[in-house]
């Protein structure tokens, strides 16, 4: 059962615009969230979080945005570079679970000169 | 800081055969690890969560007996891949986790195991 979902699999961007990703989970028991990177080959790398009694976090040029009564939440990266592309993983993790996380199944970003 | 170490990066092997794959921290104390699988262009899948000293708890659907998970210190988790067979082939990838409320896991790089 997937509860964590990334309905996009890939999303070519041009450089400088702007890269949003988006996430929909179905558990209203996630209490975080969180964004990871991943090159092939190569561990995920931690991007940005959100608690779920916020709305909206920001970490340079990249914004997390959550819609708890959509149940969907979204990365904007701004502006796009090169070194953007990679697979994005959208992360939910469930009150008291230990850290637990579910994955969506991730976004190929592709960022055009 | 924050970096998780996994050897070896990858490894093949004969159908049968057991390996071993490591999971360090190398510059904090890990008091949880996490195991995933990833096949390809596909999502990680958690596997089991460890806590130094306890046994590991397994997700669903994941065989205790195959996959054999130690955590025998704060900086190393080990996973055993036993009697592998082609379909174990996958990218294995450990992250560690530190305080109570673990609020981030550091991934290690992963380890691209091919069974032939």
């Known amino acids: 059962d997937q509860q964590v979902k990334q309905n996009s699999p890939s999303l070519s961007v041009q450089e400088g615009r702007i890269s949003i990703l988006n996430c929909d989970y179905t558990n209203s028991m996630f209490d975080y969230f969180l964004w990871y990177k991943k090159y092939p080959a190569e561990g995920p790398t931690f991007l940005i979080s959100i608690s779920s009694i916020k709305d909206k976090n920001e970490d340079g040029r990249f914004t997390v945005f959550l819609n708890k009564s959509a149940k969907h939440l979204s990365l904007h990266i701004v502006p796009s570079q090169p070194g953007d592309s990679a697979v994005y993983f959208c992360?939910?993790?469930?009150?008291?679970?230990?850290?637990?996380?579910?994955f969506g199944a991730g976004t190929q970003v592709v960022v055009t000169p | 800081g924050a970096v998780v170490s996994q050897h070896p990066s990858r490894v093949i092997c004969k159908s049968g055969t057991s390996v071993k794959i490591e999971c360090r921290s190398l510059d904090f104390q890990a008091t949880t690890m996490f195991w995933y699988r990833q096949f390809p262009k596909q999502s990680l899948m958690l596997m089991a969560t460890s806590n130094e000293g306890s046994k590991a708890t397994y997700e669903q659907g994941v065989e205790k007996d195959k996959f054999l998970i130690n955590h025998a210190s704060l900086t190393l988790s080990t996973l055993t891949v036993t009697s592998a067979h082609p379909e174990d082939s996958s990218f294995y990838i450990c992250s560690g986790g530190r305080g109570g409320a673990i609020r981030e896991q550091f991934f290690g790089p992963g380890t691209r195991l091919t069974v032939l």
């Open positions: 992360a939910a993790r469930l009150t008291d679970s230990w850290g637990k996380l579910q």
